[in-house]
């Protein structure tokens, strides 16, 4: 009986605290978002000769660590088969702030843009029974600067 309520408080605190840090870091990604906005991105291969004068490799990484609540509603998901959602939002943050990232590196090198966009994402920490317990995504591209 014990073991249950400690689960189950367990389970509530991973909830509440998942939530909460969740919010937090959707609102931190709005307000960079917002303030990044000049900085275009593109996935073409080929930069236009008119926007380049001269091209550096800028990335951005960030590692995300599921939380315990998520971690629980996946396996379920796992047992019983469908779309793992508790995992999308996951993904969802960790792409975000790796272009987020990659932008505020291209802003420190002058850039205007960033061409060639991509993503990479791994699974970096594997738990129990090969459940995902941390993401890594990097976001990686081309910063060039328009000629003036």
């Known amino acids: 009986?014990?073991?249950?309520?400690?689960?189950?408080?367990?389970?509530?605190?991973?909830?509440v605290f998942g939530q909460r840090a969740e919010k937090r870091?959707?609102?931190?990604?709005?307000?960079?978002?917002?303030?990044?906005?000049?900085?275009?991105?593109?996935s073409e291969r080929k930069i236009p000769d008119e926007a380049a004068c001269e091209g550096?490799?800028?990335?951005?990484?960030?590692?995300?660590?599921?939380d315990y609540f998520k971690r629980f509603v996946a396996?379920?998901?796992n047992f019983f088969g469908g779309r793992v959602s508790a995992?999308?939002?996951?993904?969802?943050?960790?792409?975000?702030e790796a272009v987020l990232r990659m932008k505020e590196a291209a802003r420190r090198k002058g850039a205007d843009s960033v061409w060639?966009?991509?993503l990479e994402t791994?699974?970096?920490?594997?738990?129990?029974a090969g459940s995902v317990g941390a993401v890594e995504v990097i976001a990686y591209g081309t910063a060039v600067r328009q000629r003036r």
Not at 56 to 66: C, E, M, Q, T, Y
Request: aromatic content about 12%; overall charge positive.
């Open 1 to 15: 009986m014990y073991d249950l309520i400690l689960f189950l408080f367990l389970l509530l605190l991973g909830y």
């Open 25 to 42: 870091h959707f609102r931190s990604i709005i307000e960079r978002e917002a303030q990044l906005g000049d900085i275009l991105v593109f």
């Open 56 to 66: 550096i490799l800028v990335a951005g990484s960030v590692v995300v660590s599921v």
């Open 75 to 77: 396996d379920l998901r």
């Open 87 to 96: 995992y999308e939002s996951l993904l969802e943050r960790a792409r975000r």
């Open 116 to 118: 060639n966009l991509r």
């Open 122 to 128: 791994a699974s970096i920490y594997k738990g129990a």
